[in-house]
């Protein structure tokens, strides 16, 4: 399928065709930390499929193994857009986030389950506004 997608203030753009039926969860502590969020999805897309607009800026993360992933984002608004392999990119893993599409993009695939927040399962039993500024922190 066609995506379309770009980071918030809209300095970096992309085209990709991807297959629906890749994403993935990850619960590690890493997509934690570095998407701000309780877990992180991934859309892989080869990078000769995507077309991008714009100069996004470089994080190199260094596993223990040695191995290099640049996590690439905005640096203007902080976005973040994609991982790939550093020194080679082959696969841009778009963050599910930014990509246009995101609400037909079902996740097939847990990786890191055990490190998942225990309180996931929990989120639909909680109350629920229907728009931010009804809630109770909407001026946060
Ligand atoms: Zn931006
Ligand atoms: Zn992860």
């Known amino acids: ?3 379309t997608g770009q980071c918030h203030c809209g300095a970096i ?3 990709a ?3 629906p039926d890749k994403v993935a969860v990850c619960h590690c502590a890493d997509c934690q ?3 701000g969020g309780p877990f992180r999805a991934v ?3 080869p990078v000769d499929q ?3 607009q714009g100069s996004p800026k470089q994080y190199v993360k260094v596993a223990a193994s040695g191995n290099r992933r640049a996590q690439a984002f905005c640096g203007d608004c902080g976005t973040q857009l994609f991982a ?8 841009l893993n778009f963050r599910l986030g930014c990509v246009n599409e995101r609400a037909q993009l079902n996740p097939v695939l847990q990786i890191w389950r055990d490190s998942a927040m225990p309180w996931l399962t929990e989120l639909d039993g909680l109350p629920a ?3 931010g500024r009804d809630s109770p922190l909407a001026s946060s």
């Not at 790939?84 to 696969?91: C, G, I, L, M, V």
């Open 17 to 19: 065709t991807a297959s």
């Open 43 to 45: 859309l892989p897309v």
């Open 84 to 91: 790939t392999e550093a020194d080679e990119p082959k696969t």
């Open 50 to 52: 995507v077309e991008l």
């Open 33 to 35: 930390i570095m998407s």
């Open 1 to 3: 399928m066609k995506i």
């Open 129 to 131: 506004h229907t728009r």
């Open 13 to 15: 753009r992309f085209t």
